[in-house]
């Protein structure tokens, strides 16, 4: 699964011991994240995790974007509670794509956990006919014609 990551500052060490803890789920699976928080949970975990823009100068859009082209499967996105103060349009482009696509989000780590225990059992395999051209499905389907990568 393709799963991507953005954590607002005063989120990053809670994403960073939540990664910590699901280190091993994660790991199997092709992870990115805006900036500071790829950089922050790749020295964290040791996971290989794809670092895009940070967040305010483009990350959120470059995910919005792959979002719209079914290119992630699920969503982590620790967000901050003070109320901001003024709309945010990336942040609402954002989930309203994860709605449309129908890609699963988290913006908390309980609903965090109950996606990874989902994806660790099986239960987003449904994303492999919506996402058929991810890496990780490609990998997927040549393990199970007995294609050596």
């Not at 895009?52 to 719209?68: C, D, F, K, M, V």
């Not at 129908?102 to 990874?116: F, H, K, M, Q, S």
Request: aromatic share 6%; glycine share 6%; proline share 3%.
């Amino acid at each position: 699964m393709e799963i991507a990551i953005i954590a607002d500052d005063t989120r990053k060490e809670l994403m960073t011991q939540f990664c910590i803890a699901y280190c091993g789920i994660l790991s199997k699976h092709n992870i990115c994240a805006t900036g500071k928080t790829a950089a922050v949970l790749a020295d964290a975990t040791g996971l290989k995790i794809e670092q895009l823009l940070p967040g305010s100068n483009g990350g959120e859009q470059q995910i919005t974007s792959r979002i719209a082209y079914n290119e992630i499967d699920i969503l982590l996105y620790f967000r901050g509670t003070n109320p901001k103060p003024k709309f945010d349009e990336a942040e609402y482009h954002l989930l309203r794509m994860c709605d449309v696509h129908n890609v699963p989000v988290a913006t908390n780590i309980a609903t965090a956990e109950v996606l990874i225990r989902a994806l660790e059992r099986g239960d987003l395999d449904w994303r492999e006919i919506v996402n058929p051209r991810s890496e990780y499905n490609r990998r997927k389907r040549r393990a199970a014609q007995g294609i050596k990568t």
